[in-house]
């Protein structure tokens, strides 16, 4: 049942233009790699930041800086659909995929609650903000959890 | 030249060490893509700050994301050099790594006029500091540089020789 709605969506017209097309594929996943780098990027800065690296920048920077990397992941929510439509049988049974999706997830639902912690320690401290090890400890895992979603990300080419 | 060096290299060492050791090639690329993401994540705060963006962060302070550029910079050097040991031929004659590479040398020189021409100003800018014409052309310059390069690294598997 599940493998038959799967396997619908890769004959959609716009899976085929993905997988058949010279250009679809390769534009897409060259798409994908930018916002790759925005997200990863912006919140790997906003997490070693949090542990004390890159000390002097405020970390209210990353209030605004977030809503780039949030630019990002549409990018890449968007290529990445498109360029899963194209394989999504194969995708839907591949363990790196689904272990770099729910690392995604993750990663996401984590930025929500390191903003909304940053909002409320610099709410409570006038400019110089002590970041509390418990967010520490959240940049921690949010940092594992991008570099994870590189790794599997990576694996999908390699294990199926 | 690129193609005689690549001739020139296969069967070494190097080129045999990387073609036999079958985990390699996978490690490699993920190194690649993380240094990717601290490069393009350091010049993102670095070069939007100096556009004219973000103008209550002092650019002295966004410019200690540096090392995180270098590192990411220093990481996709090697593991770059080492994807081009690993397979020569085919590099040589790719139309998007060479327009990478030179995309790569282009963004160097930029980093350059960063280095000596904007970095020097910023100590005197405050939040109400126009980004002079030179900063706002090496910060987007820098950006877009960078994201050309991305594309083209990616689409190294997809052409050919041109």
């Known amino acids: ?160 | 030249m690129l193609e005689s060096f690549a001739l020139s290299i296969v069967d070494g060492p190097l080129n045999i060490w990387i073609v036999s050791t079958y985990w390699l090639w996978p490690v490699l690329e993920i190194i690649h893509f993380t240094g990717l993401s601290l490069l393009l994540g350091g010049l993102i705060i670095i070069d939007l700050r100096i556009v004219g963006h973000f103008r209550t962060l002092s650019p002295v302070v966004t410019h200690k994301f540096l090392p995180a550029v270098l590192v990411g910079f220093g990481l996709n050097f090697i593991t770059g050099v080492l994807f081009f040991y690993g397979d020569p031929l085919r590099y040589a004659v790719n139309i998007g790594f060479q327009i990478k590479m030179l995309l790569v040398v282009l963004a160097g020189l930029n980093a350059l006029l960063y280095y000596w021409k904007i970095n020097p100003l910023v100590h005197s800018w405050n939040s109400n500091t126009e980004s002079p014409r030179i900063a706002k052309f090496v910060g987007y310059t820098s950006l877009s540089l960078w994201t050309a390069v991305l594309l083209c690294g990616r689409l190294i598997p997809y052409v050919g020789t041109g």
């Open chain 1, 1 to 160: 049942m599940e493998q038959n709605i799967f396997t619908q969506l890769e004959n959609t017209p716009v899976a085929i233009w993905v997988g058949e097309s010279l250009w679809g594929y390769p534009l897409l996943l060259s798409l994908h790699v930018v916002g790759l780098a925005i997200v990863v990027g912006i919140f790997s800065m906003r997490d070693m930041r949090l542990l004390g690296l890159f000390s002097g920048l405020q970390p209210v920077a990353f209030i605004a800086l977030s809503k780039l990397a949030w630019v990002g992941f549409i990018i890449n929510g968007i290529t990445g659909f498109l360029l899963f439509t194209s394989q999504a049988a194969t995708f839907v049974n591949s363990t790196p995929f689904l272990i770099k999706i729910s690392c995604i997830t993750a990663g996401m639902v984590l930025a929500g609650v390191i903003q909304s912690r940053l909002r409320g320690e610099l709410a409570d401290s006038n400019g110089d903000v002590k970041i509390s090890k418990a967010t520490q400890l959240i940049a921690l895992l949010s940092l594992s959890l991008w570099m994870s979603a590189i790794i599997a990300g990576r694996l999908i080419a390699y294990i199926f």
